[in-house]
């Protein structure tokens, strides 16, 4: 569970501070400073509008998202509409006490009643809700499309639900999962796919292959491991049945070493720095400069 809650808090960090994200973060931003909606381009000046709007928008981001990723953990075996409404209910719990917070640092002279409060309530309730019924329906709408383009793989076959979302020629054995900026690149013995979805999504669709993540970024399945290579004492890789070399984080060595495919003393063949690709290279192990 931790595991994967940390897991899915760096892929939602990444998805977040991606530049379409940002962008149209930015956009609501200004949207909404000009427009001055719910009254404020009556009660406040352009200058306290920036101030209000711009981390309203901000935060209902990032609460947002971190109300969804806690709902789908938690309530994951739950029907999604369950999900979604137990995120609304978490997002107005949190974001209508920081937008009643915000009217007072903004226009400190202004009281709101208990009235007030409750109508402020509605309002951050009928905004969450809006956004998980779209939400809702586009995940129906992908989530039907998967089936359909999955309708023609066999009820019976026992490969992993991930398959399905695989073009026709690139269905086989699934060697490799790598997070990719918001999409995941699923390598195959036939060639790789990106496909718009989170890892630990991706993942938990994997069943019943055995795997386990070998970095934050990267999942690959057992059978696909050939040897445990090393660069030197400190980066240690997985080398496929393709030849790709994937990074061991220190993390997750102690998975591998219980699973028997990597030694205590990660031991193994020498790799030249040489003929380790750009791709494979651990980017969380870089040494880290010296504190001053």
């Known amino acids: 569970m931790i595991g994967a809650l ?40 352009l200058a306290e509008r920036v101030q209000f709007w711009c981390p309203i928008v901000a935060v209902s981001v990032l609460v947002g998202w971190m109300c969804s990723l806690i709902a789908q953990i938690f309530l994951r075996d739950r029907h999604p509409a ?10 107005t719990a949190v974001f209508a006490p920081f937008v009643w917070l915000m009217t007072h640092i903004v226009q400190p002279a202004t009281v709101i009643s208990a009235g007030g409060f409750l109508k402020l309530v509605a309002y951050v309730f009928i905004v969450a809700a809006t956004v998980g019924v779209v939400r809702y329906a586009a995940a129906r709408a992908t989530e039907e499309a998967t089936e359909e383009a999955g309708a023609e793989v066999s009820v019976d076959d026992p490969g992993p639900r991930l398959m399905r979302r695989l073009p026709k020629p690139l269905r086989g054995p699934i060697l490799r999962l790598s997070a990719k900026d918001h999409m995941v690149q699923v390598v195959t013995e036939t ?7 989170r890892l630990s999504d991706a993942v938990a669709e994997m069943e019943p292959v055995e795997g ?81």
């Open 6 to 45: 940390r897991t899915s808090i760096v892929e939602t960090w990444r998805l977040v501070c991606s530049p379409r994200v940002l962008a149209i973060v930015v956009s609501v931003m200004i949207f909404a400073v000009i427009s001055g909606p719910f009254g404020t381009l009556q009660s406040m000046g």
């Open 191 to 197: 060639g790789t796919a990106d496909l718009r979805m």
């Open 82 to 91: 369950v999900v979604e409404s137990a995120s609304v209910v978490m997002m």
């Open 212 to 292: 386990l993540m070998a970095h934050r970024s990267h999942w690959v399945a057992k059978d696909a491991v050939v040897e445990a290579c090393r660069q030197d004492a400190q980066k240690v890789y997985l080398k496929l049945r393709n030849g790709d070399l994937v990074p061991i984080s220190r993390t997750f060595r102690p998975d591998w070493i219980g699973a028997g495919i990597l030694s205590p003393c990660s031991n193994g063949p020498s790799l030249d720095a040489a003929s380790v690709p750009p791709a494979a290279q651990d980017r969380s192990e870089r040494p880290r400069p010296p504190a001053s």
